[in-house]
């Protein structure tokens, strides 16, 4: 059994913690945070060991896995580090802030061994839309197109100071919420090659130097289009929504069901943990690294992360690669 230890028990590290009761493979034995009553939180509800210092907790031998659950501006140094210490690690999204990091660290020595999470891949509405794609009952992709609308005031980003700029969040709406819905497309339909988008901070003025908003056409091999449209400025968190066109019938993601040309084919679990509309896609991922060996791969969310850094460098084109916009 491995012993696990996860690194930032702010929004998302309890999640893994609730997941990883459920594994046979996996053990929380440690958390590591900067802020005493998290850590107690952890200690008391699991009674795991408490670290405040990042590397000496790479220390502890005892250790076999690092969960990366920090802020942005922290991943790519994180999972190094861990790498550098023998442990493996699971990677919370974004891996990487900007496209040099996610370069660089392709390139590290043990990155095999990172595995990213992308949960959403893993509910059942998804799994059953990769096998329409890719068994082609319905004949070839049309088109595609995805909708986000949810919901982050003003409280959200003051709860955490590296929330909503650019050195340490890395971006914004779309690096953080809508990440995973632009990872239906990769993931379901195939590598998008070719990316035009547009991004706005309409709501959020004088609050975050980031979007928070966009709009964006995809191109996929044979000319297949997508549209995506996400907004953080909706007045609730809606469940993703995905629509694909193909040639002898439609499939719709919406309300966490999947509807193949009007009829009910598929519907997500219920989360144990997190918020309801993500779905329970933590669980499975956790379980499957830990019990099955199996885990998406840097190679495997490499094209999500090309397309959204794409997207900021067209979006933004004073960004360059990786400077902020005036």
């Known amino acids: 059994m491995k012993k696990v230890c996860i690194a930032g028990y702010g929004a998302v590290g309890p999640i893994h913690a609730v997941a990883l009761e ?7 034995y440690a958390v590591c945070d900067t802020d005493p009553e998290r850590r107690r939180l ?61 370069e660089a660290l392709r390139a590290y020595p043990g990155s095999e061994r990172v595995c ?11 799994q059953a839309m990769r096998r329409l794609v890719q068994e082609k ?12 609308t949810w919901s982050r005031d003003r409280a959200y980003y003051e709860s955490g100071g590296w929330r909503g700029k650019w ?32 991004m706005a901070n309409h709501t959020l003025e004088g609050v975050i130097e980031v979007e928070d908003t966009l709009a964006a056409t995809l191109e996929f091999a044979g000319g297949v289009r997508g549209t995506f449209f996400a907004t953080n400025g909706y007045g609730e968190n809606s469940a993703p929504f995905l629509e694909i066109l193909f040639e002898n019938g439609i499939a719709r993601y919406i309300d966490q ?15 144990a943990a997190g918020k309801a509309y ?24 490499a094209n999500t992360m090309e397309t959204l850094f794409s997207m900021y460098e067209d979006a933004w084109p004073q960004r360059g690669r990786g400077a902020s916009p005036r």
Not at 257 to 271: I, Q
């Open 257 to 271: 069901k999947l509807w193949v040309d009007g009829v009910l084919t598929a519907e997500d679990a219920p989360a």
């Open 22 to 28: 459920k594994t046979k493979g996996g053990r929380l």
């Open 116 to 126: 990213v999470v992308l949960q959403n891949r893993l509910n059942p509405c998804v």
């Open 167 to 198: 050195e340490t969040e890395g971006g914004g709406l779309l690096i953080n919420q809508a990440v995973h819905t632009l990872d239906y497309f990769s993931y379901i339909v195939g590598n998008v090659e070719k990316v035009r988008a547009s």
């Open 42 to 102: 952890c200690r008391e509800q699991y009674g795991v060991l408490e670290y405040e210092d990042y590397d000496t907790m790479l220390s502890d031998r005892e250790i076999d896995c690092v969960h990366i659950c920090t802020p942005h501006h922290l991943h790519a140094e994180m999972i190094r580090k861990a790498l550098d210490a023998g442990k493996d690690v699971v990677a919370e999204k974004p891996v990487t802030r900007t496209r040099q990091e996610w």
């Open 137 to 148: 009952s319905l004949g070839a992709v049309r088109a595609v197109r995805g909708v986000l």
């Open 278 to 301: 993500w779905g329970s896609g933590h669980e499975r991922l956790i379980e499957r690294f830990y019990d099955e060996g199996e885990f998406f791969t840097l190679s495997d969310a």
